[in-house]
Every structure is written in C-alpha cells, then in structure tokens.
C-alpha cells in the first residue's frame, strides 16, 4: 500500500492523479506550488504536493471571495499553496482550482446549507447492502445526485452473502440505474467476491464510496487496500446496521494504483444538484406523450405516464420519488439563492439592516 509521507520527503503527484492541465496551471502560478487535498478536520486540511505532506489553511483572500462551503476546498480537490518556510509549519491554500467533478449534499439539518463530500473523483460507486438495509428509492437518490455530480456513477450491491433473491434485487436496481450505469455485486466475506470491484480500479483515477452507514464500504476499501486500513464496526444483528465507521473523508493510495476517497456513511442525502431527468429518463420519456406540457402526472386527461402506471409497465412510487426529488431541489435551489444573496449583502455592507441605513442615507443626501 502507499502511505502518505511527511514533510521532507518528496511525493509523485502523478500517483494522485496529476494531469497535463493541472502541471500547466501550477506552472503558471509560481511560487505556488499544486498540492492536493488529502483530508479535512474543520478550518486545517492535509495535502499532498511534490515536497511532500503539509497541514494547510486557507488564505484570508480565499475566505473573503468564498460565497458558501462549496467556495472551500474539499477533499480531492486540486490547490495551489504556498509552501511554509518549516515543513513542521502550516502552509497556505491560495487558490482553488477548477473541478472537473464534485459530490455535493445539502448538509443535514434544516439549513440550505451546501456540504461538499469530494471532488475530482472519476467514478462514484454508491454502495447498497443487500440485507434488511436494501432500499430502491435511496439508490434512485444518490444515482441522481451523482448523475449530477460530473463523476461516472457505478452501484455497488454489497454483502450478497445476506441475500435471499441476489438475482431478484439485481434486477430490480438495474432497472432504476438504467444501461449507462453499471451495477456490481460483491460479497467481502470472500477474496473471490470482490473480483468485480477489482476489476474495475485503473491507476491513476479518483474513486469515491458513498452510501449509508453500514452498507460495507470500508470492509471493500479495507479489501482494496490490503490490510485493515480503517476501522470498521460490528453489525447489530437486530437491524443488520453498523457502528460507526468512517467518521472523516480522507484520500488514499491503493497498491493497485488507483485512489480512493472513503466518506462517512449518510444518514440522509439532501439534495443540492440532481440530475433527476436523467435518472427518470423512463418517466422523461414517456411525460413527452402526454396531452399536456405542462401535465403534473396527476389526474388530467391523456396522461401518458399514468396509463403506464395503470398498464403496470410503470411503479407509481418511481414516479413518487421522481416528484418529490424534483420539488424537495426547487425548495433548495430557492433557499441557496437567498442564502447567497444575504452573504453578498453581509460582505458589502455588514448586514442587510446597515445596507438599508446606507440607501436611506443615500436618497436623503438626492433629495
């Protein structure tokens, strides 16, 4: 396995995933140097640059021009730093560089509130136990969000030793995923069992697991890596869910040459970007052959989507799903915007109390 190394010794960025539009950039921007993003706790990250590991905060400048959590980096993401004078001391992000893919959730509880999970990540693999946890409507949610996310989505079936109908549950969750997605079944009790996931990892490209707690992702990543890595917890029998497992987002090196980035099981997926037409291409689809454009798929005459519900070609709580998706992102969407436009407001003049006292003073001075 490849460990990250400490300060003075010097890395391989390439093994991170470095590309040609990546060295031009760092190029370009001397004497910053490019470092990527290995881990997050709070306001300190862990980064990798060609010197070695260092801590790194970000500048005042990168905070002061940041809207929103999406404007700091995350985990996978590609900076450029200013090295520190010490390789004991912290250096300093100054600059985000473009992502070509990022995994993004509305962070829990009731705010509008983005929260970045990774970023940079080639493929997804949304993980789904096939155990009492087995829930189709939570994979068609985070297959939407990462449809959206710019990474290629891959469903990872675990623990099919717990199965009684693999056949049957991978029938039905190839059918959500569509044929552009590919979907996978393993079973880590086994070294045979993992083969397919094997198979998959190129060296070189950035992999993500997402999925609930206790769905097996680090047992897989523990698997891909070869030893007992990161720590896992036992399964309650009662509920066939785990214990806390992964607690903080951090990227890793596998001996294979790929890399991974393991996240926190979700309790809950919030939406900030989906691609839910994409996702629901089979409703998409048959919405074009409704009477109306404007139709709700509700009770109105010559509903397409209704007649394949009525016909059973269709499961009216797929098209419940794809509604309360598309309502719960317009809720956000909404809510995102006036959160932005407050922290405009709260940057240019303090808070929205003193920009009113200053266009108050404004229109006396006219008069």
């Keep these: 396995m490849h460990r990250h190394r400490g300060g003075n010794n010097e890395l391989n960025l390439q ?46 400048r990168l905070t002061n021009i940041a809207m929103g959590p999406e404007d700091y980096p995350t985990v996978g993401d590609w900076v450029l730093l200013r090295l520190p004078a010490n390789a004991a001391d912290a250096g300093s992000i100054e600059r985000l560089l473009p992502r070509r893919s990022v995994f993004a959730r509305k962070a829990a509880g009731r705010t509008s509130a983005t929260q970045l999970v990774a970023a940079n990540i080639d493929t997804v693999f949304i993980c789904m136990a096939l155990d009492g946890n087995f829930n189709e409507r939570r994979v068609e949610r985070y297959l939407a969000v990462a ?27 190839a059918a959500i995923a569509g044929p552009e997605v590919a979907v996978l079944t393993v079973d880590a009790t086994s070294a045979a069992g993992i083969l397919p996931l094997i198979a998959l990892i190129e060296a070189g490209r950035t992999y993500a697991f997402i999925g609930s707690s206790g769905v097996g992702k680090s047992t897989l990543i523990n698997h891909l890596l070869g030893l007992d890595e990161l720590a896992t917890g036992a399964i309650r029998a009662s509920d066939a869910h785990g214990r806390h497992t992964t607690t903080g987002r951090e990227l ?35 919405a074009q052959s409704c009477r109306f454009n404007d139709c709700t798929h509700g009770s109105e005459p010559g509903c397409a989507v209704q007649v394949a519900i009525a016909a059973g070609t269709l499961d009216a709580a797929r098209l419940t799903s794809y509604q309360r998706l598309q309502t719960e992102q317009a809720e956000n969407i909404a809510l995102r915007g006036k959160a932005r436009e407050l922290a405009k407001i709260n940057r240019m003049f303090g808070s ?9 003073e404004i229109k006396q001075r006219r008069r």
Excluded: C
């Design 352 to 360: 929205k109390k003193q920009m009113h006292q200053m266009m108050k």
């Design 15 to 60: 093994n991170y995933g470095l590309t040609p539009e990546l060295s031009s950039a760092a190029a370009a921007a001397k004497p910053l140097v490019l470092a990527r993003v290995i881990s997050v706790n709070r306001t300190l990250y862990r980064v990798v640059a060609e010197a070695g590991e260092f801590s790194a905060s970000v500048t005042g």
């Design 252 to 286: 890793l090196l596998l001996p294979s040459g790929g890399i991974v980035i393991d996240t926190p099981g979700m309790r809950e997926l919030g939406i900030v970007d989906a691609a839910i037409d994409e996702t629901f291409a089979d409703i998409t689809e048959l």
């Design 147 to 173: 449809n959206a996310s710019g990474a290629q989505p891959v469903v990872v079936l675990t623990k099919a030793d717990l199965s009684a109908d693999v056949a049957s549950q991978e029938a039905i969750i």
